[in-house]
């Protein structure tokens, strides 16, 4: 049995940067698969440690190999911090060039997780999955939020979570996706066990 085309991928860009001593961890939709309600996802969402300032250093190799989704993917990727690559089979691969204090950690937390065929795959850890997704704070997160709470319900270091998204959340001076958190996990404490 073969895995699933998303997990292959992205099986395949940890072989690349495991291969080149690269530090990074998967998250968004694959990591979402290990600890909330598994649901479909188009791509595979990695963090790579780069710093600031060495990353034509990363993202040069990964364009050689891999296929940049835009023609300006190394100009767009130092701008925006995010190279858009896809797979050898034609799979999206975004790619977010970790520099900060959270990524850092997030990248050191993370641990294998089994896909398959005896393969694993450096998923971040469930608390920092929701810091991820609270971040980005879009529709598709929120379900994310509430599935990883549900699921991974009693087991959360949610001290962590606060402390590691407060910061992020005073950069952009928006704390609305901490309080809609707070409110989540005070609707769901009153519903479950």
């Known amino acids: 049995m073969s895995l699933d085309p998303i997990l292959e991928a992205a099986s395949e860009l940890q072989d690349f940067c495991t291969a080149r001593g690269w530090r990074f961890c998967f998250i968004g939709g694959v990591a979402v698969q290990r600890w909330g309600e598994p649901r479909f996802t188009a791509d595979a969402d990695v963090t ?7 990353e034509e250093a990363f993202i040069r ?3 050689a190999h891999f296929r940049p989704r835009r023609p300006d993917a190394e100009s767009f990727a130092l701008k925006n911090r995010v190279l858009l690559i896809e797979s050898q089979s034609g799979v999206a691969l ?28 450096a998923i971040c850890s469930a608390e920092d ?5 609270l971040i980005a704070n879009r529709e ?37 996706p901490l309080q809609r958190f707070e409110r989540l996990y005070a609707e769901l404490k009153r519903r479950l066990p």
């Open 129 to 133: 999955l929701l810091v991820h997704k």
């Open 140 to 176: 598709k997160d929120s379900i994310d939020i509430e599935g990883i709470l549900a699921r991974q319900w009693g087991k959360l270091e949610l001290t962590q979570v606060r402390s590691e998204i407060q910061p992020l959340l005073e950069l952009r001076e928006d704390f609305e």
């Open 48 to 54: 790579l440690l780069t710093g600031f300032g060495g």
């Open 61 to 63: 190799p990964l364009c």
């Open 94 to 121: 975004d790619i977010a060039l970790g520099a900060v204090p959270f990524e850092i950690r997030s990248i050191e937390r993370a641990s294998p997780f089994e896909i398959g065929q005896g393969k694993t795959l």
